[in-house]
């Protein structure tokens, strides 16, 4: 059940990263309102990778 659990959040937290990804730009436009989007969606285009590599290293090794 333990072992469930786990590869359903990191499920879920792959997902999120891969969305943050996809949808930089769009999501930097709708939330922040600075003028320079290219650095603000660099930065979630990072921590999106960052979100989707740990959901990833969850499931691989949650054996």
């Known amino acids: 059940m333990g072992s469930t659990i786990l590869m359903l959040i990191g499920f879920i937290l792959a997902m999120l990263g891969v969305v943050c990804?996809?949808?930089?730009?769009v999501i930097t436009k709708k939330l922040f309102s600075f003028g320079d989007q290219n650095?603000?969606?660099m930065g979630l285009k990072?921590?999106?990778f960052i979100f989707s590599m740990?959901?990833?290293l969850i499931?691989?090794?949650n054996v």
């Open 21 to 25: 990804i996809y949808d930089a730009r």
């Open 39 to 41: 650095e603000g969606s």
């Open 46 to 48: 990072i921590v999106g």
């Open 54 to 56: 740990a959901g990833a």
């Open 59 to 61: 499931i691989f090794f």
